[in-house]
T-cell receptor
Framework: GNSVTQMEGPVTLSEEAFLTINCTYTATGYPSLFWYVQYPGEGLQLLLKATKADDKGSNKGFEATYRKETTSFHLEKGSVQVSDSAVYFCARANYGGSQGNLIFGKGTKLSVKP | DTGVSQDPRHKITKRGQNVTFRCDPISEHNRLYWYRQTLGQGPEFLTYFQNEAQLEKSRLLSDRFSAERPKGSFSTLEIQRTEQGDSAMYLC????????????FGDGTRLSIL
């Protein structure tokens, strides 16, 4: 089927720790991949995206690389801050490129302690 | 760019009542999407408009749900004869003409059925 699977949370880290949130997808073809972030009480915000294999999306110190061979798009950050506490969603476009609706993973809640 | 606007932010109603939500997309965005998000889950696609045409509806959109986008600008989502299971966050997103443009989300309307 066509789906997105991401690691279950919650994930609790200390400030300045290294973050990895795993995400794998199934799809026919090579859809665009996205990470969205949802801060408490707010809507979804696009964090980063990648449109083709080996692309690296990056924003605010977060990075994710589109790995076709492992069908993965893991999110990483070298040093997390308390302000990064949020729910992170991995998503892929339903059709080629970024077209059509998005298919989301279940989300991973991140809590960063000072 | 004022972002995607949704109204109301919260709606509490009794089971069996009808409710209507409104979404104002980013101006000049011709694509508009509705999603539903329940607690602990990622958003699930409901329906999609390109301009005023409703191009796709998911199987989640039962016959009690109807969405419109009469002039290709704002959209409404109506739920008739609400049920307990309709309690969720209803999210609207929009994107531009370029098929590689990402979707931008509103803050959502939280529906609670008593």
């Amino acid at each position: 089927g066509n789906s997105v699977t991401q690691m279950e949370g919650p994930v609790t880290l200390s400030e300045e720790a290294f973050l990895t949130i795993n995400c794998t997808y199934t799809a026919t073809g090579y859809p665009s991949l996205f990470w969205y972030v949802q801060y408490p009480g707010e809507g979804l915000q696009l964090l980063l995206k990648a449109t083709k294999a080996d692309d690296k999306g990056s924003n605010k110190g977060f990075e994710a690389t589109y790995r076709k061979e492992t069908t993965s798009f893991h999110l990483e950050k070298g040093s997390v801050q308390v302000s990064d506490s949020a729910v992170y969603f991995c998503a892929r476009a339903n059709y080629g490129g970024s077209q059509g609706n998005l298919i989301f993973g279940k989300g991973t809640k991140l809590s960063v302690k000072p | 760019d004022t972002g995607v606007s949704q109204d109301p932010r919260h709606k509490i109603t009794k089971r069996g009542q009808n409710v209507t939500f409104r979404c104002d997309p980013i101006s000049e965005h011709n694509r508009l999407y509705w999603y539903r998000q329940t607690l602990g889950q990622g958003p699930e696609f409901l329906t999609y408009f390109q301009n005023e045409a409703q191009l796709e509806k998911s199987r989640l959109l039962s016959d009690r749900f109807s969405a419109e986008r009469p002039k290709g600008s704002f959209s409404t989502l109506e739920i008739q004869r609400t049920e307990q299971g309709d309690s969720a966050m209803y999210l609207c997103a929009s994107s531009g003409r370029d098929s590689n443009q990402p979707q931008h989300f509103g803050d959502g309307t939280r529906l609670s059925i008593l």
